[in-house]
């Protein structure tokens, strides 16, 4: 079982940033794919960005490429997504996801997911 709680969410400016963590609990969190997925209103929840377990894969929506960066931490137990040059385009809920197959979280199917935390970016 994979616990995840998502923080860093907030309001920000078009073309500031923000840094989201998630810290997960249980014991096969290390060999896990970790990623975001986000949902804004009246749209599908769609895939942000996601890395294998080693931490030598990382994929990013086309949307988000160049912007946002993902990394994990096995040892903390934690994954962070650094987003840069944010757009009001951004603003959604981002959630925290967890799978062993990368492919579960590059299509908004993980098996796991957090509460998910707000990202709000004006004009």
């Known amino acids: 079982q994979v616990q995840l709680v998502e923080s860093g969410g907030g309001w920000v400016q078009t073309g500031g940033s923000l840094r989201l963590s998630c810290a997960a609990a249980g014991r096969t969190f290390s060999t896990y794919a970790m990623g975001w997925c986000r949902q804004a209103p009246g749209k599908e929840r769609e895939f942000v960005a996601v890395?294998?377990?080693?931490?030598?894969?990382?994929m990013y929506a086309d949307s988000v490429k160049g912007r946002f960066s993902i990394s994990r931490d096995n040892a903390e137990n934690t994954v962070h997504l650094e987003m840069n040059s944010l757009k009001p385009n951004d603003s959604a809920v981002y959630y925290c996801?967890?799978?062993?197959?990368?492919?579960?979280?590059?299509?908004?199917?993980?098996?796991?997911w957090g509460q998910g935390t707000q990202v709000t970016v004006s004009s």
């Open positions: 890395i294998s377990w080693s931490g030598g894969v990382a």
């Open positions: 996801a967890a799978d062993a197959r990368i492919g579960a979280i590059v299509s908004s199917r993980s098996g796991y």
